[in-house]
């Protein structure tokens, strides 16, 4: 049996958020509610592989992982990276499964780059559409559009099992026919929920991001089980007891939350 276990469901920056008093982040500070890691999850078939490596990842990672599989070059998926170096773990050759754009970031740019010289990671660059065949799974990179800082290229996973498939997208500009296409073919699907609305910030723009609200509306009839995860900080859905999360439970859909475990 193949499983996904989700762990982090936070934007990059994670919750609490620094610099932020509002109450999601107050409430995190002071035990009310639990601090949510940066989104990442991890494949467990014969081997371990994860999916995102985040600022969390020493809270998210025991040990070292069989292989890792980056989504793109955002701050909350890359750079935890620079724990399996030297001053840390000290891994030996973990394949990192990245864009050949990602891998030349890593490969040319300090810390990265220390990474790939004292031979802590093992750079394998990967495309759209071609899968990577691990032991009992198949993990297939697709392409789709995100603001990149670096044009490096930002990549969803599907992930097929023996018996179930998942589609993990952290990270989209928009809920395009493509994107959407790609969650009603899977089982399951890890979608972005970073925004439940376009009013929480006062910048959204610059950040695009499909709201929950809308993805709801479209994803209304799709029989794909659907976890909404990479919320961020200011996301009404943090709080259990809110509106936002209960109109969320009524139209059949959910928020990840670390620790579950899905089977495929």
Do not use: K
Not at 125 to 148: C, F, I, K, M, Y
């Amino acid at each position: 049996m193949s499983t996904v276990e989700i762990l982090g469901t936070a934007q990059d920056a994670g919750v609490p958020h620094v610099g932020c008093r509002c109450e999601n982040c107050a409430a995190a500070r002071e035990g009310s509610r639990p601090t949510r890691y940066a989104s990442a999850v991890r494949l467990e078939d014969a081997g371990r592989y994860l999916f995102d490596s985040t600022p969390d990842v020493r809270f998210q990672a025991v040990d070292v992982p069989d292989g890792a599989f980056l989504t793109h070059a955002h701050l909350g998926h890359l750079t935890g990276l620079l724990y399996f170096g030297r001053e840390s773990v000290d891994a030996d050759e973990l394949p990192v499964y990245a864009t050949s754009g990602l891998g030349d970031v890593i490969r040319d740019n300090e810390p990265l780059r220390s990474l790939v010289t004292e031979g802590n990671v093992d750079l394998r660059p990967v495309a759209d559409g071609d899968a990577v065949t691990l032991e009992t799974t198949s993990v297939t990179p697709l392409r789709v559009d995100h603001r990149e800082s670096l044009p490096t290229g930002t990549l969803a996973y599907r992930i097929d099992g023996p018996d179930r498939s998942l589609l993990y997208v952290s990270d989209v500009d928009a809920l395009t026919a493509r994107v959407e296409s790609l969650i009603r073919e899977v089982d399951v699907a890890l979608v972005d929920g970073t925004f439940w609305s376009r009013d929480e910030i006062d910048r959204v723009d610059d950040v695009p991001h499909p709201t929950v609200r809308s993805s709801m509306r479209v994803l209304d009839d799709v029989d794909t089980e659907i976890l909404f995860t990479h919320l961020n900080h200011t996301n009404p859905l943090l709080d259990p007891a809110s509106d936002a999360r209960e109109r969320l439970a009524s139209a059949g859909f959910r928020v990840a939350e670390r620790g579950d475990v899905l089977e495929l």
